[in-house]
């Protein structure tokens, strides 16, 4: 991977929709040639999908939280989880606590009741997020 590569994938970080045309002219390059970069970084799985950022807030989830986790059913903790719309992250971790948990809920209430239903499993520590500083940042920011 290249600067040119670097500088491509930046652009498709911050607009995954900019067209093909307005990407080849902000590298000066021409589209087959970018057209050609794009399909090698898929095919290398630097690029692993395009997607749509939705906005928590606009769909009614207000509360946003990370949880610690404790629990010594890890496949039963991973099914309940993954069936669990409202964790929407999760991540083995190591130390006291065995995986970290991000979740959207639309209250504190339907939080709280979510950990309620998790409790079967272990035990939590609770951070609530007061405010997003920054999210997604782009991998490649460093190197470019």
Request: charged fraction near 20%; aromatic fraction near 8%; glycine fraction near 4%.
């Amino acid at each position: 991977m290249d600067q040119i590569d670097s500088k491509i994938l930046s652009l498709m970080h911050e607009n995954a929709r900019i067209p093909i045309s307005e990407m080849s002219r902000m590298i000066a390059m021409s589209q087959p040639a970018v057209t050609e970069r794009l399909r090698k970084l898929e095919e290398q799985g630097i690029i692993t999908a395009y997607r749509v950022q939705l906005s928590p807030q606009k769909l009614g989830l207000h509360t946003t939280a990370f949880v610690m986790f404790k629990t010594n059913s890890c496949p039963d903790f991973i099914k309940f989880c993954e069936a669990s719309p409202e964790i929407v992250g999760l991540y083995r971790t190591s130390g006291e606590y065995n995986f970290l948990m991000k979740v959207l809920t639309e209250t504190t209430e339907s939080l709280a009741s979510l950990l309620d239903k998790c409790n079967v499993f272990g035990f939590s520590s609770i951070l609530i997020v007061l405010s997003t500083v920054f999210e997604d940042k782009n991998l490649l920011s460093r190197d470019i």
